[in-house]
């Protein structure tokens, strides 16, 4: 089971359990997790991404050699964020990277993200957006986050056809309907997780929406239980070959085996 949604360290507005590497790495394992890819709560609010990047690929070293995979954070948004790009490619050798364009105050038809996703491209990345984060009913007043619209998705991924994304956190979630399902499902390159897929049936809904083969496992671990989206594919009652792609193959091709051996290596 490959778990393509993970994150390290503190959530900024408290703390959940099994934040930490040691801790996280011994629970997924626990539950038949034979691969993370991970990011760090770190980089929602901490504007020094490089420390951030250096941070997680440290402890996915330390603590989950050939088990995390890293997936660096870059904000287009920040000064000098085309070295923080190099350094995730050359330094860490991680095989993808991870934006949060609603936290790190952009849009998806901001110029500069066609120039990140283009460049990604070229260094042959797998791009994941978190369209989401937490619940809007739970957020601090104070820093209310709405979800990512991906609707400018349409436009980038046809000019970028080799590039590979991933939506996180997508779909119907906490009464807020991102809506991404009927004008992107065509998109050949988009992949999605279900995690926040909160409807009956939600994972076969996308999986007819969209495709067997671009839906891959993830849990919004640990800030979500595991089990959730663990019991969202039992609920599902999928074909075994569809199962299967859902917990394993689909990632296995999203990441590609080789840029997967280069970015843990």
């Not at 986050?145 to 590979?164: A, E, K, M, W, Y």
């Not at 991933?166 to 279900?194: C, K, M, P, W």
């Not at 939600?202 to 989206?229: C, D």
Request: overall charge negative.
């Amino acid at each position: 089971m490959i778990d393509t949604n993970v994150d390290l360290f503190n959530w900024p507005f408290r703390r959940v359990v099994g934040d930490d590497p040691a801790s996280l790495v011994t629970n997924l394992r626990s539950k038949g997790v034979t691969q993370a890819w991970v990011c760090s709560y770190e980089a929602l609010l901490c504007r020094d991404l490089t420390g951030v990047n250096a941070r997680l690929a440290s402890a996915a070293t330390q603590f989950g050699l050939n088990f995390l995979v890293p997936f660096g954070s870059i904000s287009p948004k920040l000064p000098d964020w085309r070295e923080d790009l190099r350094r995730c490619v050359e330094v860490h050798r991680m095989p993808g990277i991870r934006l949060h364009p609603n936290y790190h105050g952009y849009t998806l038809d901001d110029p500069a993200v066609g120039e990140l996703l283009a460049l990604a491209a070229g260094k042959k990345l797998l791009v994941q957006i978190a369209v989401s984060m937490e619940d809007v009913r739970t957020q601090n007043p104070l820093m209310k986050i709405p979800p990512v619209d991906p609707g400018p998705l349409v436009g980038l991924l046809t000019r970028l056809p080799d590039l590979r994304v991933q939506l996180l956190n997508a779909g119907y979630h906490a009464g807020v309907n991102t809506g991404h399902i009927d004008d992107i499902s065509r998109l050949e390159n988009l992949h999605f997780d279900f995690a926040c897929q909160e409807s009956v049936a939600g994972l076969a809904k996308l999986i007819a929406q969209t495709s067997p083969n671009r839906v891959a496992f993830g849990s919004h671990y640990p800030f979500f239980y595991f089990e959730s989206s663990f019991l969202k594919v039992y609920e599902a009652l999928l074909p075994a070959e569809q199962e299967m792609a859902v917990m394993e193959g689909n990632a296995r091709r999203l990441i590609g085996e080789g840029a997967l051996a280069a970015g843990r290596n």
